[in-house]
């Protein structure tokens, strides 16, 4: 019976850890995404300076910040899944 009660204590633990990954996920997520708002803004202005070196620089920048944001998302998203499992197992067992 402790062995039971063990292993319930661990099933709860692993769903806390998620959803404080999703929390840090979904914060950074938002700082990469104003990060490429503000690119954008620089790109504008560059495309009125026409430096093109620069805006091949900040291009690239923006393409790996997108790359970096659709990974996390892709975590995030897989994440959320995982907890929306967890939730109906954890419901089903109570009825």
Do not use: C, W, Y
């Amino acid at each position: 019976m402790k062995h039971h009660h063990h292993l319930e204590a661990h099933a709860h633990i692993a769903p806390r850890v998620m959803s404080k990954e999703a929390e840090k996920i979904t914060a950074l997520v938002a700082g990469l995404r104003k990060s490429v708002f503000d690119i954008d803004k620089e790109r504008a202005r560059t495309r009125d300076a026409s430096d093109p070196a620069l805006m091949s620089t900040l291009d690239t920048r923006r393409n790996n910040l997108m790359v970096t944001v659709a990974a996390l998302e892709d975590r995030l998203s897989a994440i959320q899944g995982l907890l929306k499992l967890n939730r109906r197992h954890v419901a089903h067992r109570m009825h």
